[in-house]
C-alpha cells in the first residue's frame, strides 16, 4: 500500500501505474526513488522543519533545473526567474576566483590598480613602530579596502530563495567562494562540496586579544539577514587544500585567511544541519555575532545539528549566542596530528540555549572532556548521554570541575527539543557515521 492510499479519503494520487508520487502534495510519499534535487525536509527533522517547513526547490519546473559547470552558469542560474522553485545541479569544480571568461584571477589581479602590497601593508603597521593600541588607518589600509570590495564581488554569491543547490557527480565542489543564504528562505544545500573560502586581503587587528590578530572576512556559507528555514545536509565544508597550517605568520600571528565555516546570524532562524561533513578549519560554526539585544537575534538563531563528522576543527562547534540549539549524534574527532590547536567544542556564549545529547568525542592524550565546553558569558548548558572516547561523560560537570566559580554553567531547563529523527545511543555513532557523511552518489540517488 502507497503512502498516499493510507490517507483514506483524503488524498487521491492518480496517473499512470508506477509514477513517482509528489512529495509536495504528501511529503509522507517522498520515497527513495524520490531524486536527491526533488527531496524535501522531512516534518520533525530539526528547526528547519519547523514554521514553513523547508522544500527548497522541489516544486521547480522543468525550465527551472539548471546543469551548471562555470562560474557565469551557476550565476545565471542563481539570477534566473527570480524566486521561482529552482534546482541547481552542480558538475566538476566551479571556482570563483575566475574572470567572466573562466581566466583565473589571482590576489595580485584584485589588487591590480589598488596600490596595496603586503609587503608594504606589513610595513604601514609593524608593531614595533605603530603600536598595538589603535586599528589600522592609512593609505595601505585604504588600499586593502579596495581591493577587497574587489575579491568580494567576485566572490560572494548569494543562493536565492526557494532553491535547492546540489553536487551532481562525486567531482563537483564549489571552491574559493563566500556562499550566502541572505535574507532568503526556503533553500536546500545537499551534496555539495564547499572549500576554502580565502581571503586574499585579510586585515590586521592590534587590538584584538593581546598581540593582536589577523581577520578574513568570508565564510564558506553564510546564513545571514534574516534567512529562514535552510537545510544543509551531506555536504562538505573544509579549508582544503588551502590549510591554515601552511599560511604563514607575520607580526607573531598567524596570517588567517579563513573565518567561519557555517555561520548563522543577524537574526536567521530555523536550520537543520544533517550528516555533513566539517573538516580542516578552525572557527567553524558561529551561530549569532553579537551580544546586542537590537539586532533581531532574541527568539531567532534557532539551530539543530545532527549526524554531522566533525575532524581537524579549532572551535566554535558551535559557538551560540540567544539560540536554542540542539546538537545531537555527531562525531567530534580530535586526532594526534591535527594541524588546528585545538580550543574547545560547544561554546555557550550570551543567552544560549545549547542542548548537546548522545554525541560521540575522541580525543587524544592531553585533551579531556573538560575541554569541550567553552563559556563566553553563557549561564546555562544541557548535556545529556555523551561519549568521551567511549565511555558515557558528564561534559557539564567535567567542565564545572575544572572551572572557577564564576565561570560555572548550570543546566538549562528552559527547553527541550522535540523536533529529532531517531536519536542513537553516543557509542553508536562513530561507527554510524563512518561513512555516511559528507556528498553521497549511489545509484538511485536517494538520501
Ligand atoms: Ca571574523
Ligand atoms: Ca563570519
Request: glycine share 10%.
Given at each position: 500500500?502507497?503512502?498516499?492510499?493510507?490517507?483514506?479519503?483524503?488524498?487521491?494520487?492518480?496517473?499512470?501505474?508506477?509514477?513517482?508520487?509528489?512529495?509536495?502534495?504528501?511529503?509522507?510519499?517522498?520515497?527513495?526513488?524520490?531524486?536527491?534535487?526533488?527531496?524535501?525536509?522531512?516534518?520533525?527533522n530539526g528547526w528547519?522543519?519547523?514554521?514553513?517547513?523547508?522544500?527548497?526547490?522541489?516544486?521547480?519546473?522543468?525550465?527551472?533545473?539548471?546543469?551548471?559547470?562555470?562560474?557565469?552558469?551557476?550565476?545565471?542560474?542563481?539570477?534566473?526567474?527570480?524566486?521561482?522553485?529552482?534546482?541547481?545541479?552542480?558538475?566538476?569544480?566551479?571556482?570563483?576566483?575566475?574572470?567572466?571568461?573562466?581566466?583565473?584571477?589571482?590576489?595580485?589581479?584584485?589588487?591590480?590598480?589598488?596600490?596595496?602590497?603586503?609587503?608594504?601593508?606589513?610595513?604601514?603597521?609593524?608593531?614595533?613602530?605603530?603600536?598595538?593600541?589603535?586599528?589600522?588607518?592609512?593609505?595601505?589600509?585604504?588600499?586593502?579596502?579596495?581591493?577587497?570590495?574587489?575579491?568580494?564581488?567576485?566572490?560572494?554569491?548569494?543562493?536565492?530563495?526557494?532553491?535547492?543547490?546540489?553536487?551532481?557527480?562525486?567531482?563537483?565542489?564549489?571552491?574559493?567562494?563566500?556562499?550566502?543564504?541572505?535574507?532568503?528562505?526556503?533553500?536546500?544545500?545537499?551534496?555539495?562540496?564547499?572549500?576554502?573560502?580565502?581571503?586574499?586581503?585579510?586585515?590586521?587587528?592590534?587590538?584584538?586579544?593581546?598581540?593582536?590578530?589577523?581577520?578574513?572576512?568570508?565564510?564558506?556559507?553564510?546564513?545571514?539577514?534574516?534567512?529562514?528555514?535552510?537545510?544543509?545536509?551531506?555536504?562538505?565544508?573544509?579549508?582544503?587544500?588551502?590549510?591554515?597550517?601552511?599560511?604563514?605568520?607575520?607580526?607573531?600571528?598567524?596570517?588567517?585567511?579563513?573565518?567561519?565555516?557555517?555561520?548563522?546570524?543577524?537574526?536567521?532562524?530555523?536550520v537543520t544541519m544533517s550528516?555533513?561533513?566539517?573538516?580542516?578549519?578552525?572557527?567553524?560554526?558561529?551561530?549569532?555575532?553579537?551580544?546586542?539585544?537590537?539586532?533581531?537575534?532574541?527568539?531567532?538563531?534557532r539551530v539543530t545539528i545532527h549526524?554531522?563528522?566533525?575532524?581537524?576543527?579549532?572551535?566554535?562547534?558551535p559557538?551560540v549566542?540567544?539560540g536554542q540549539v540542539d546538537v545531537y549524534n555527531n562525531?567530534?574527532?580530535?586526532?594526534?596530528?591535527?594541524?588546528?590547536?585545538?580550543?574547545?567544542?560547544?561554546?555557550?556564549?550570551?543567552?544560549?540555549h545549547l542542548h548537546a545529547e548522545a554525541n560521540?568525542?575522541?580525543?587524544?592524550?592531553?585533551?579531556?572532556?573538560?575541554?569541550?565546553?567553552?563559556?563566553?558569558?553563557?549561564?546555562?548548558?544541557t548535556?545529556i548521554?555523551?561519549?568521551?572516547?567511549?565511555?558515557?561523560?558528564?561534559?557539564?560537570?567535567?567542565?564545572?570541575?575544572?572551572?572557577?566559580?564564576?565561570?560555572?554553567?548550570?543546566?538549562?531547563?528552559?527547553w527541550t527539543p522535540t523536533l529529532r529523527t531517531?536519536v542513537?545511543?553516543?557509542?553508536?555513532?562513530?561507527?554510524?557515521?563512518?561513512?555516511?557523511?559528507?556528498?553521497?552518489?549511489?545509484?538511485?540517488?536517494?538520501?
Amino acid at each position: 500500500m502507497s503512502a498516499a492510499m493510507a490517507v483514506a479519503g483524503a488524498l487521491i494520487i492518480s496517473g499512470p501505474a508506477g509514477a513517482s508520487p509528489n512529495p509536495l502534495a504528501d511529503p509522507a510519499a517522498q520515497t527513495a526513488r524520490t531524486p536527491l534535487e526533488r527531496q524535501i525536509l522531512s516534518q520533525g527533522n530539526g528547526w528547519a522543519s519547523e514554521g514553513t517547513g523547508t522544500t527548497g526547490g522541489a516544486a521547480a519546473e522543468d525550465s527551472n533545473v539548471y546543469d551548471v559547470s562555470t562560474k557565469a552558469e551557476l550565476l545565471a542560474a542563481f539570477t534566473n526567474a527570480g524566486s521561482q522553485a529552482k534546482i541547481v545541479r552542480v558538475h566538476g569544480t566551479i571556482d570563483a576566483n575566475t574572470a567572466p571568461d573562466g581566466s583565473p584571477l589571482t590576489c595580485e589581479n584584485y589588487a591590480e590598480g589598488t596600490g596595496y602590497s603586503l609587503e608594504q601593508y606589513l610595513q604601514a603597521f609593524h608593531p614595533a613602530s605603530y603600536g598595538l593600541s589603535q586599528k589600522p588607518v592609512g593609505p595601505q589600509e585604504d588600499a586593502r579596502r579596495l581591493a577587497a570590495a574587489k575579491q568580494a564581488k567576485s566572490i560572494r554569491w548569494d543562493i536565492p530563495s526557494n532553491t535547492t543547490i546540489v553536487g551532481a557527480t562525486p567531482e563537483s565542489s564549489i571552491s574559493g567562494a563566500a556562499l550566502r543564504i541572505n535574507g532568503a528562505t526556503n533553500v536546500i544545500v545537499r551534496n555539495l562540496t564547499v572549500r576554502d573560502a580565502a581571503d586574499c586581503f585579510p586585515s590586521w587587528d592590534p587590538t584584538d586579544g593581546a598581540e593582536g590578530n589577523w581577520n578574513s572576512e568570508y565564510d564558506l556559507l553564510q546564513v545571514i539577514n534574516k534567512a529562514t528555514n535552510v537545510w544543509i545536509d551531506h555536504s562538505e565544508f573544509t579549508d582544503a587544500p588551502n590549510l591554515d597550517s601552511s599560511q604563514p605568520h607575520y607580526f607573531g600571528r598567524q596570517y588567517q585567511v579563513h573565518d567561519g565555516a557555517v555561520d548563522v546570524t543577524n537574526g536567521s532562524d530555523l536550520v537543520t544541519m544533517s550528516f555533513n561533513r566539517f573538516s580542516d578549519h578552525d572557527k567553524l560554526l558561529l551561530i549569532g555575532s553579537t551580544d546586542s539585544l537590537t539586532r533581531g537575534d532574541p527568539g531567532k538563531l534557532r539551530v539543530t545539528i545532527h549526524h554531522n563528522v566533525f575532524e581537524n576543527v579549532g572551535q566554535r562547534a558551535p559557538r551560540v549566542r540567544f539560540g536554542q540549539v540542539d546538537v545531537y549524534n555527531n562525531h567530534f574527532k580530535v586526532t594526534e596530528d591535527s594541524t588546528i590547536p585545538y580550543g574547545y567544542t560547544l561554546g555557550a556564549g550570551f543567552e544560549s540555549h545549547l542542548h548537546a545529547e548522545a554525541n560521540a568525542f575522541t580525543l587524544p592524550a592531553g585533551i579531556d572532556a573538560a575541554n569541550i565546553i567553552g563559556r563566553f558569558k553563557g549561564t546555562a548548558i544541557t548535556t545529556i548521554a555523551n561519549a568521551v572516547n567511549g565511555e558515557i561523560t558528564d561534559l557539564r560537570a567535567e567542565y564545572n570541575a575544572a572551572a572557577v566559580p564564576a565561570d560555572q554553567l548550570a543546566a538549562d531547563d528552559s527547553w527541550t527539543p522535540t523536533l529529532r529523527t531517531q536519536v542513537h545511543p553516543a557509542q553508536a555513532v562513530p561507527g554510524l557515521l563512518h561513512k555516511s557523511t559528507g556528498p553521497i552518489f549511489t545509484a538511485g540517488g536517494e538520501g
